[in-house]
């Protein structure tokens, strides 16, 4: 289990026992009203997502777990990450519909599993028994699904992502190539706006010096091919007298 994942359960085991207050009013939903999602009170709303969106980012592991109040919409992050499967694991989320349904828009409940035994899942959960944060072991047939934070490829491509893991499967440090490549990624909508707006410029002088060398070739040859003339020599019959000597007369 990553690290981050461990201090994590750390943090939401230090509110074990915590009960909702009046009205429905927990410090999770409120501190998630102010923190995350402004636009709604969700001081008095069920709050067994937000309890672990809240242990999540004390531990400093949101980008990985997600931040979500709505349990479908959990679930469906960890689809769209490609770390979302049926295998339970420690660190994982865990998914529940209490109806036995197994598609995600039905999920009612979520959870954060802290050991496998069999077919059992040890886990912590907020809002449970009504009001509480506890601790629980439950078998799996409610369960639709768990979302693995370790497997969210967050700051990284997808491709960088397997590269790790595989690299960390097989006991050795991820190739350096797979790093690198990714340290500058392209846009996810292509090439920008000022890319483009340079790549035209360069064009467009390419296609001017073309023009203008064309204009200008022909004269060139004109000039180098063109014989050149002489005009014939004449000469005059010398005279004498002042005018050929320059003495006054």
Known sequence: MDTGIQEMI????????YSEKGGGYTKFGDWYSKNVDHSYDFSNAAWCDMFLVWGATKAGVAKQVGKFAYTPSHATFFKNHKAFDHKPAPGALVFYDWSGGKSIDGIDHVGIVTSVDGSRIHTIEGNVDGQFVKRKVRDQDNVVGYGHPEKVPIGRKPAAAKAQQAADHAGTAAPKTAAMAYTRPVPEDGPSVELWGALTAVLFL???????????????????????????????????????TGEDR
């Open 10 to 17: 750390k943090t939401l085991e230090t509110e074990l026992g």
């Open 206 to 244: 390419t296609l001017s010096l073309l023009v203008f060398l064309k204009h200008r070739r022909p004269a060139t040859r004109a000039a180098a091919t063109e014989p050149m003339t002489t005009e014939p020599m004449t000469t005059e019959p010398m005279t004498t007298g002042p005018e050929a």
